[in-house]
């Protein structure tokens, strides 16, 4: 299952019920957001805003607004999938490389060889319309203001793609765009981020511009590929590739030298200046609160390029459950499998919509020896972006880690605080607003295993309340006698 453009995406989700095209008139400030939101938080469908006042272009919203949508966006039925596909590639590692760099830069490989690299165009779907000089306006497009207190216009579903300046190796990430005027854009990468880096290497070495082309819309899996927190070598259109099982076609820009996806519906060319910032913020961030006003990189614009009659793509943030949950998810079952060959002791992972993705991690183990969820937790923390965990809860391995409910009961039973919470410090998020000093703060570890001897519980540890099988099976038969 694969997918050239939103349009076919668009086409594939009318056809299975999942699309709502919507003719009454309406506001791109709030408006959108508020009926977005209740429509994610009730699991309905897609939305396409067809009669956006004051512009002649449709908003689309809410594609990857359930585990269905998002596992068809990638190419799969069910997400669990991506983690076999996963699976199925490391199988093909001759021998288990060393750690866990040695596992991802294997896998990386192992990605490159399978042909999924992308292809250039000489042509594209998104160059049928180039606009340069006065034209290239920001202000045609429907872009949302979401929330009361936001400080203007964010562009929410961008693809920002940059080259490491000493490398030439391409990251394609995902980060918001306040827009200030027609012309310049706040550019919201943050500090952990691969495009901050390429921002930090292009200053140091005295570059004056750093050229940054943004895509907006395009095949739902591409999309996606932005929001992953992919190793800084794997190029990200490399991992659509593998996603669509086809090579993500590409086009050179007309104004910088860096190729975007040629499905996309549209691309902003442009550049920062290394250093230069301005007032970015308030915005209502995924966290559910705002994120306040901070000092951020700003995007010039010197092209627009776009379909005829384009789609302007975009998603809201919020308090959870918003559709970025599910593009977090997907994400999750994706690394489960490489996070399992470096901790085979993992039996399951859950990032619980209520922890937006940095502030809860509930992992299942398989427990054998006696400080076995401490070294867990610790080397969870020394893994990529995962450094940004702020609570990481370790259950046992009969625990349903996706069932926060019974994560819930197991952890204010099994929990003695004195001996089962450990503390560290390190980098928190960019967004956590709870740390004393911004980017560094505290994180907890909550170990809610059972214990034994082997941990100095000298105490019988109690077994679980469970019926016998013999019992269950005689009410299953006689279920319909009880007349309930």
């Known amino acids: 299952m694969k997918f050239k453009d939103m349009r076919e995406f668009i086409a594939f989700l009318e056809g299975k019920g999942e699309l709502l095209r919507i003719k009454t008139a309406v506001s791109s400030e ?3 957001t508020e009926i977005a939101d209740r429509v994610v938080k009730r699991g309905g469908p897609a939305l396409l805003f067809e009669n956006v006042e004051g ?7 809410n594609v990857y607004g359930s585990a269905q949508r998002t596992a068809w966006a990638l190419g799969v039925e069910s997400l669990d999938e991506l983690g076999d596909r996963i699976r199925k590639l490391l199988g093909m590692v001759q021998g288990p490389p060393p750690g866990l760099v040695g596992k991802l830069r294997t896998l990386v490989d192992l990605v490159k060889m399978a042909g999924y690299q992308p292809k250039l165009v000489r042509s594209a779907p998104c160059q049928e319309v180039v606009l340069t000089g006065p034209d290239a306006d920001l202000n045609r497009f429907p872009i949302l203001k979401c929330w009361p207190m936001d400080a203007g216009r964010f562009i929410t579903l961008p693809l920002v793609i940059t080259r490491d300046p000493e490398t030439g190796v391409r990251n394609v990430g995902m980060y918001r765009m306040q827009v200030y005027d027609g012309q310049i854009a706040g ?3 943050q500090t952990h981020k691969v495009g901050t880096h390429h921002e930090r290497v ?3 070495r005295g570059q004056e511009r750093m050229e940054v082309a943004v895509a907006l819309g395009g095949d739902p899996a591409t999309l996606w590929t932005g929001s992953a927190p992919l190793p800084p070598d794997l190029d990200e259109l490399v991992m659509a590739g593998f996603l ?3 090579g993500v076609e590409v086009v050179k820009c007309k104004t910088v030298d860096l190729e975007v996806p040629a499905n996309a519906e549209i691309i902003l060319e442009g ?8 007032t970015e913020g308030p915005f209502g961030d995924h966290t559910g609160y705002y994120s306040l006003a901070d000092q951020y990189p700003v995007f010039h614009l010197t092209a627009i390029t776009h379909r005829q009659n384009p789609i302007y793509s975009t998603i809201v943030v919020g308090r959870p459950v918003q559709e970025d949950y599910y593009m977090g998810k997907a994400t999750e079952r994706l ?3 490489i996070i399992q060959t470096v901790l085979p002791e993992i039996v399951d992972i859950n990032m619980p919509a209520e922890g937006v993705f940095h502030n809860l991690v509930i992992v299942s183990i398989k427990k054998e020896y006696p400080g076995q969820t401490r070294k867990v937790m610790y080397a969870l923390w020394g893994l990529g972006l995962m450094m940004l965990a702020k609570t990481i809860i370790v259950v046992d391995d009969f625990v349903d880690v996706q069932d926060v409910s019974e994560v819930a009961w197991r952890v204010t039973n099994n929990l003695d605080a004195s001996q089962d919470i450990i503390f560290a410090s390190g980098p928190v998020d960019d967004l956590d607003h709870a740390s004393p000093t911004p980017r560094l703060g505290s994180k907890v570890g909550i170990d809610a295993t059972a214990k034994g001897p082997l941990e100095g519980r000298t105490r019988e540890w109690p077994p679980d309340i469970v019926m016998t099988d013999e019992i269950k099976a005689l009410v299953d038969r006689k279920w319909q006698d009880y007349g309930l």
């Open 244 to 246: 669509r099982e086809e």
């Open 202 to 204: 292009a200053k140091e």
């Open 335 to 337: 690394f489960m499998p």
């Open 187 to 189: 550019m919201h990468w």
């Open 271 to 278: 550049y920062v200046v290394p250093g230069e910032v301005r």
């Open 30 to 32: 709030l408006e959108i």
């Open 55 to 61: 512009y002649d272009m449709p908003v689309l919203i």
